[in-house]
């Protein structure tokens, strides 16, 4: 199975399961789920450790799958070679045909030479003289059963050698036509044996790519902040803070960022469900890209770039929600990693994420905000050993110890529906679906 098929299926399990959808979601259900202690998970439910790949399999799977290939190759190469053989001279096949040919126009050779002294010894039957004798009618006579008996004879051998002539030909005509099968087919075999080896490669470069042997730790931490309302057709700009917490500086760090709309009340969820039509626009900039740049599959990550210790980067993200969207919510979702020269890496042991309200377009009415529109003061980062805090927004230095994002809901919020989003972020589908069975098992 291809890792993003897992994760995907992964993703789908995590929204779909109960406890997590309806904590995640509490408006939608009139009485809240049990706890997670006493919640049995769904059966259906996938484990993505349980099915994702080691790197030692993933470059097993690349090895076996090149041998296959290369095995493939020289099948194709043989199976051309067998056919184009077929034309040599010296083929059995070939020779098979030629000594059949030369028999068979010697038995014509003989034919025609049996009929034609049978005709000349009917001919010669005809011309006897009036006065012959019996002994010459006699010898006449014998002379047409004699070459009557030898013509029926040279029939029979030019028969017998065309039908050998037959069948070697076909026989050779049948080896061409099953030696152009065989090639066509080891075409084929090398098509789908290149198309594995190069799944299998993308599969490895993925898994490489995502940083499997990096551990997740709270070297990079991420905050965000931001309205509690968005009015569809309407930017909306929200706050992202990504601060390194080690001991040490981090040479690249790179942020993730997402936001999706939540399904709205009894709207069916399951495995078939495309998640990124839950996906909401959102671009970023900041202090080194002023311009707004938008989020795709090829570049999917904020480069923020060499972090010194205890140092953040501030991010601003825009959404933009369609102007013909209903009313509903939607969360904001982000995460951090990163890698160092030395070949060390990490991936944000927790993720941020906000929720908001989605307001209808203003019609020429002012839009009604609901209930749970009131706004959340943003979230604050505490300095270590004191109780001085600093607003979200600007360059700063100072380090985060508190919690990530202020959203005023459960901690359970973003495990169902942010992961849903996440399926659009590549490298970041498997840090959710981890985290995942860890919120489970928690």
């Given at each position: 199975?291809?890792?993003?098929?897992?994760?995907?299926?992964?993703?789908?399990?995590?929204?779909?399961?109960?406890?997590?959808?309806?904590?995640?979601?509490?408006?939608?259900?009139?009485?809240?789920?049990?706890?997670?202690?006493?919640?049995?998970?769904?059966?259906?439910?996938?484990?993505?450790?349980?099915?994702?790949?080691?790197?030692?399999?993933?470059?097993?799977?690349?090895?076996?799958?090149?041998?296959?290939?290369?095995?493939?190759?020289?099948?194709?190469?043989?199976?051309?070679?067998?056919?184009?053989?077929?034309?040599?001279?010296?083929?059995?096949?070939?020779?098979?045909?030629?000594?059949?040919?030369?028999?068979?126009?010697?038995?014509?050779?003989?034919?025609?030479?049996?009929?034609?002294?049978?005709?000349?010894?009917?001919?010669?039957?005809?011309?006897?003289?009036?006065?012959?004798?019996?002994?010459?009618?006699?010898?006449?006579?014998?002379?047409?059963?004699?070459?009557?008996?030898?013509?029926?004879?040279?029939?029979?051998?030019?028969?017998?050698?065309?039908?050998?002539?037959?069948?070697?030909?076909?026989?050779?005509?049948?080896?061409?036509?099953?030696?152009?099968?065989?090639?066509?087919?080891?075409?084929?075999?090398?098509?789908?044996?290149?198309?594995?080896?190069?799944?299998?490669?993308?599969?490895?470069?993925?898994f490489e790519e995502i940083g499997e042997e990096c551990t997740e730790d709270s070297a990079v931490k991420v905050a965000l902040s931001g309205p509690k309302t968005v009015t569809a057709g309407q930017p909306t700009v929200f706050s992202l803070r990504v601060t390194n917490t080690s001991d040490h500086a981090l040479d690249t760090v790179n942020a993730f960022a997402n936001a999706i709309r939540q399904p709205a009340a009894g709207e069916e969820i399951d495995e078939e469900t495309d998640f990124s039509k839950l996906v909401l626009p959102l671009e970023w900039s900041s202090p080194d890209v002023l311009e707004w740049t938008q989020f795709t599959e090829e570049f999917d990550s904020i480069e923020v770039g060499k972090l010194a210790k205890g140092a953040s980067y501030d991010v601003k993200l825009r959404l933009t929600v369609d102007a013909k969207a209903a009313a509903g919510k939607g969360v904001v979702f982000a995460y951090g990693e990163y890698e160092n020269n030395d070949g060390s890496c990490g991936i944000g042991d927790d993720y941020a994420d906000l929720t908001f309200d989605i307001l209808a377009a203003d019609k020429g009415d002012k839009p009604k905000p609901t209930e749970t529109a009131t706004p959340t003061p943003a979230p604050t980062v505490t300095t270590g050993g004191n109780t001085q805090t600093t607003q979200q927004g600007g360059s700063s230095n100072t380090p985060v110890n508190g919690t990530l994002a202020a959203t005023g809901a459960n901690d359970t919020l973003p495990l169902g529906l942010a992961a849903a989003g996440a399926v659009v972020l590549g490298a970041g589908a498997l840090v959710v679906a981890r985290r995942r069975k860890a919120g489970a098992q928690a």
């Amino acid at each position: 199975m291809k890792i993003r098929r897992i994760l995907a299926t992964a993703v789908a399990a995590a929204v779909t399961t109960p406890v997590v959808f309806l904590s995640a979601a509490p408006a939608f259900a009139d009485t809240k789920p049990s706890p997670s202690s006493t919640q049995k998970p769904a059966t259906t439910q996938d484990d993505p450790d349980e099915d994702m790949p080691t790197l030692e399999e993933l470059r097993a799977a690349v090895a076996l799958a090149q041998k296959e290939y290369d095995e493939a190759v020289l099948d194709l190469a043989k199976a051309k070679d067998d056919l184009k053989a077929l034309d040599k001279a010296d083929h059995p096949l070939n020779v098979a045909v030629t000594d059949a040919q030369k028999a068979a126009d010697a038995a014509a050779a003989k034919k025609t030479a049996a009929d034609e002294a049978l005709a000349k010894a009917e001919k010669a039957v005809t011309e006897l003289p009036a006065d012959a004798t019996d002994e010459q009618k006699k010898a006449a006579a014998d002379a047409v059963t004699a070459a009557k008996t030898a013509a029926d004879e040279a029939a029979a051998v030019k028969t017998e050698a065309d039908e050998k002539l037959k069948k070697a030909s076909t026989a050779l005509a049948d080896a061409g036509v099953a030696a152009s099968k065989v090639v066509g087919l080891a075409q084929k075999v090398k098509t789908a044996a290149a198309e594995k080896l190069d799944a299998a490669k993308e599969e490895l470069a993925f898994f490489e790519e995502i940083g499997e042997e990096c551990t997740e730790d709270s070297a990079v931490k991420v905050a965000l902040s931001g309205p509690k309302t968005v009015t569809a057709g309407q930017p909306t700009v929200f706050s992202l803070r990504v601060t390194n917490t080690s001991d040490h500086a981090l040479d690249t760090v790179n942020a993730f960022a997402n936001a999706i709309r939540q399904p709205a009340a009894g709207e069916e969820i399951d495995e078939e469900t495309d998640f990124s039509k839950l996906v909401l626009p959102l671009e970023w900039s900041s202090p080194d890209v002023l311009e707004w740049t938008q989020f795709t599959e090829e570049f999917d990550s904020i480069e923020v770039g060499k972090l010194a210790k205890g140092a953040s980067y501030d991010v601003k993200l825009r959404l933009t929600v369609d102007a013909k969207a209903a009313a509903g919510k939607g969360v904001v979702f982000a995460y951090g990693e990163y890698e160092n020269n030395d070949g060390s890496c990490g991936i944000g042991d927790d993720y941020a994420d906000l929720t908001f309200d989605i307001l209808a377009a203003d019609k020429g009415d002012k839009p009604k905000p609901t209930e749970t529109a009131t706004p959340t003061p943003a979230p604050t980062v505490t300095t270590g050993g004191n109780t001085q805090t600093t607003q979200q927004g600007g360059s700063s230095n100072t380090p985060v110890n508190g919690t990530l994002a202020a959203t005023g809901a459960n901690d359970t919020l973003p495990l169902g529906l942010a992961a849903a989003g996440a399926v659009v972020l590549g490298a970041g589908a498997l840090v959710v679906a981890r985290r995942r069975k860890a919120g489970a098992q928690a």
